[in-house]
């Protein structure tokens, strides 16, 4: 393997962490600081996409960006909505929002389950033109994808010590304390979920016009690889500041893609990547307890070579 064909790869990991960890933020901020699962991730994320896809077609590269993220929120209002008004459990809200959001996608775009986006201005190839015969013109994803995250980095940085992300944060970790502090936890909960969406369907927006192509499964599995991601950030960066520990989130968001091509590189058959993936899951959520294990499992492993020896 060439070193061109390794830098090129490494660059595609590199584009596809970062977009992707836009969704990673968003469980970063639902997950970790509201302590909700939010399983809608996979159907917001393809929503996103469509309707990124939908209006940037219709000739609204940047009206398609904050539509994406808008299509998120409203997502991620019916999602708290039924857990916080309905009495629906959290889990369960996510999964009759991802369903219904299958048939919702199929017809934000107009019955069909691929929009081409070949011939379609986005705001990669808008970048892409305006960088055209400098040495950046070939980096016009890699520099949007960074925007991107990194205000979504410092938004949330911001956001999450204002007064609001502060009872955000109080409703994650105790939300009976928060009810006696006179914090309504429905106000907390539906704000935290709202935000959180708007970061999913930025994420898919921005994936979809990347790839110049929007399918139906664009989000499949986006949840477990978001997962993954900021459990792998968790192992690398668990203590600090909240810009910190998004900073963090994104490596891990990144070291998640580099070891998925690294999979690819190896011809593994495409229908055994989701196992991949579930792997890397299971690795990452059990990489702290081994770690905590270690110095006893080495005492004990020392202990038998010690009695082997006397015996």
């Known amino acids: 393997m060439s070193l061109s064909i390794v830098l090129n790869l490494g660059e595609t990991a590199l584009q596809l962490g970062l977009i992707c960890s836009l969704t990673v933020l968003a469980l970063f901020l639902s997950y970790s600081m509201l302590n909700v699962c939010d399983l809608s991730t996979d159907g917001c994320?393809?929503?996103?996409?469509?309707?990124?896809?939908?209006?940037?077609?219709?000739?609204?590269?940047?009206?398609?960006?904050?539509?994406?993220?808008?299509?998120?929120?409203?997502s991620g209002f019916v999602t708290a909505f039924l857990q916080t008004r309905m009495g629906v459990d959290s889990l369960l809200a996510g999964i009759i929002v991802n369903t219904a959001l299958y048939s919702i996608n199929i017809a934000v775009m107009g019955g069909s389950s691929l929009l081409n986006m070949n011939k379609t201005e986005?705001?990669?190839?808008?970048l892409k033109a305006s960088l055209k015969g400098t040495a950046l013109a070939d980096r016009h994803v890699l520099i949007v994808a960074?925007?991107?995250?990194?205000?979504?980095?410092?938004f949330l940085g911001f956001f999450l010590t204002t007064r609001l992300g502060l009872a955000i944060r109080a409703t994650g970790n105790n939300e009976d304390m928060v009810k006696s502090s006179s914090i309504n936890p429905v106000f907390t909960t539906t704000i935290g979920l709202c935000v959180a969406n708007a970061f999913?369907?930025?994420?898919?927006?921005?994936?979809?016009?990347?790839?110049?192509?929007?399918?139906?499964?664009?989000?499949t599995g986006m949840l477990t690889v978001a997962?993954?991601?900021?459990?792998?950030?968790?192992t690398f960066v668990s203590k600090g500041g909240i810009?910190?520990?998004?900073?963090?989130?994104?490596?891990?968001?990144?070291?998640?893609r580099i070891v998925y091509t690294i999979a690819l590189r190896f011809n593994m058959p495409a229908f055994m990547l989701k196992f991949v993936s579930s792997v890397i899951v299971v690795i990452a959520i059990s990489a702290p307890y081994l770690k905590s294990r270690y110095p006893m499992m080495k005492r004990k492993f020392e202990a038998m070579r010690g009695e082997k020896k006397n015996a």
Not at 122 to 126: E, H, N
Not at 146 to 154: F, M, R
Not at 201 to 216: E, N, P, R
Not at 227 to 234: D, H, P, V
């Open 45 to 74: 994320f393809t929503l996103g996409a469509c309707v990124g896809a939908t209006v940037a077609i219709a000739g609204h590269p940047f009206l398609s960006i904050p539509a994406a993220m808008l299509a998120g929120t409203l």
């Open 122 to 126: 986005t705001v990669f190839t808008m």
């Open 146 to 154: 960074l925007i991107a995250v990194v205000v979504i980095v410092l």
């Open 200 to 219: 999913t369907g930025l994420s898919g927006c921005l994936l979809g016009q990347s790839q110049k192509s929007v399918s139906i499964d664009i989000g």
């Open 227 to 234: 997962l993954a991601s900021l459990l792998i950030g968790r």
């Open 243 to 256: 810009i910190k520990r998004a900073v963090g989130v994104v490596i891990g968001s990144i070291i998640f």
